[in-house]
């Protein structure tokens, strides 16, 4: 689905905007239209109990004409500020993970802020964006804003992606390839492993099967300089460490061995919390 939208959660937030800028320069590159969507939670004490509520309970139709009238507009500030792009907006209504989760069924790519701050239903509060992250139907990118660390500018810094054989993490190797040659930047492929005894002896063995993945894409991308790096430790440690200089970080959704877990629990939260660059997190369909 190379030409399906962009689709950003967008809840008018610091974070949210900055993933707004991060979907539209992927948009500039990528031809892909955008679309704003917003979540519009309606909760009582019981709970969120959908359109249709009583009148009188909270978010009344003068908070929902707020809430389209902000979408309306970044939309429409987005459009002008990229006029070669298709930029739309729309409110949908429902719990914020739920909702993203089904819309990222027809999109291409899925782009959130890491939290927001709480406005409506607390869009992309931190566990939203984790789940969501989870459970997507196409590549989800988590955007931090400020991330302690940060370099001041990683425009030119890598792709880095994390590799242990299985499927996914091959699927996320074929999207971090391609982001990579797009941009022409370099891309880093690392693979972390557990020092032990003789575990020095299978290095030669680990590098040749990362490598051995690697030679398709070396064929379609013949220009793309790669790097692939053995890194002693924990995936997620070796990852955050990578994002210190990448502009973008790529995981599979599920891996084995060194990538066991890594986008379940404490494991993807520590990644989406404490990257220095956006994470994307990469399925097959």
Do not use: K, N
């Not at 900055?18 to 004490?45: C, I, M, N």
């Not at 931190?126 to 400020?146: E, F, I, L, M």
């Not at 680990?206 to 995936?235: I, Q």
């Amino acid at each position: 689905m190379r030409d399906a939208e962009i689709l950003v959660g967008y809840d008018g937030s610091t974070d949210a905007s900055v993933a707004l800028d991060w979907a539209l320069d992927e948009a500039e590159q990528s031809g892909q239209p955008v679309r704003l969507a917003y979540v519009f939670e309606w909760l009582t004490v019981a709970g969120w109990v959908g359109p249709g509520v009583a009148p009188g309970v909270w978010p009344d139709d003068t908070a929902r004409r707020q809430v389209q009238e902000l979408v309306r507009e970044a939309a429409a500030q987005a459009a002008a500020a990229h006029p070669g792009l298709a930029v739309t907006g729309e409110v949908y209504d429902g719990p914020p993970a739920l909702v993203l989760q089904e819309r990222s069924a027809e999109a291409g790519l899925l782009v959130l802020g890491s939290r927001g701050h709480g406005g409506f239903g607390g869009l992309l509060a931190g566990s939203t964006a984790v789940a969501v992250a989870a459970h997507g139907h196409c590549p989800v990118v988590v955007v931090r804003d400020g991330a302690a660390g940060a370099p001041a500018d990683a425009s030119g810094g890598p792709v880095a992606v994390g590799v242990d054989g299985s499927e996914p993490s091959l699927v996320a190797l074929g999207f971090a390839a391609e982001r990579a040659a797009r941009r022409q930047v370099p891309l880093r492929v690392l693979r972390a492993w557990t020092p032990g005894p003789g575990a020095a002896a299978g290095v030669p063995e680990e590098r040749a099967a990362v490598e051995e993945t690697l030679e398709p894409w070396r064929r379609t991308y013949p220009e793309l300089a790669v790097t692939v790096d053995l890194v002693p430790g924990s995936p997620a440690a070796m990852l955050i460490e990578a994002s210190r200089d990448a502009r973008l970080v790529v995981v599979g959704s599920r891996g084995r061995g060194g990538l066991a877990g890594m986008l379940l629990g404490s494991v993807s939260q520590q990644l989406i919390q404490h990257s220095h660059c956006p994470v994307a997190v990469v399925r097959e369909r």
